[in-house]
């Protein structure tokens, strides 16, 4: 085998072990999400919303803003 072959395989070899350790560490350091407290929860609520669908739109209210 000539070596640039060798290198690139050898290359190849240490790429495809660092990308499976850090795929095997990555997976098993990952902890299990603790429930959230009340507080924690309210605030959240408050944040990004409750996730539930809006109200349905009543007959003749407008979409766009009014300006």
């Known amino acids: ?14 790429a495809t072990a660092a990308s499976g350790a850090t ?23 408050k944040f990004f919303g409750t996730g539930e669908e809006p109200p349905a739109i009543e ?3 407008e979409m766009r803003p009014r300006w």
């Not at 085998?1 to 240490?14: H, K, N, Q």
């Open 1 to 14: 085998m000539s070596r640039p072959v060798l290198f690139v395989v050898l290359l190849a070899i240490a």
């Open 59 to 61: 007959k003749g209210q």
């Open 23 to 45: 795929f095997y560490l990555a997976k098993g350091n990952t902890p299990a999400s603790p429930k959230m407290s009340e507080e924690q929860r309210i605030t959240r609520e």
